[in-house]
Nanobody
Framework: QVQLVESGGGLVQPGGSLRLSCVAS????????MRWYRQAPGKEREWVAE???????NYAHSVKGRFTISTDNPKKMVYLQMNSLKPEDTAVYYC?????????????WGQGTQVTVSS
């Protein structure tokens, strides 16, 4: 059974930094693309960033230059380094990935981790 588990959320002051982590688990899996989404209260879930092995990462305009997505492929982990955080970055952040398992490519979601930016 494939699972994604996020960690690293919390409360941070404006201008501060946080690093989110997401680990994929399961037998004989291969990760294609990993993404971060976020959902603020009362708003729809929005795409934040994504990375595919061998390709340049992509970012939403609202976070470009402040957030960095990276992976540790042997550990099957993806990170989101968030700098210069703003109150409008407050949201539940979700890990999302396209993963090969049992010769099928499927999309998976984590349970989310809360990020609150407030003084």
């Amino acid at each position: 059974q494939v699972q994604l588990v996020e960690s690293g959320g919390g409360l941070v002051q404006p201008g501060g930094s946080l690093r989110l982590s997401c680990v994929a688990s399961g037998s004989d899996i291969a990760i294609n693309t990993m993404r971060w989404y976020r959902q603020a209260p009362g708003k729809e879930r929005e795409w934040v960033a994504e990375i595919t092995s061998g390709a340049s990462p992509n970012y939403a305009h609202s976070v470009k230059g402040r957030f960095t997505i990276s992976t540790d492929n042997p550990k099957k982990m993806v990170y989101l380094q968030m700098n210069s955080l703003k109150p409008e970055d407050t949201a539940v952040y979700y890990c999302n990935a396209d993963i090969w398992s049992a010769r099928r490519l499927q999309n998976y979601w984590g349970q989310g981790t809360q990020v609150t930016v407030s003084s």
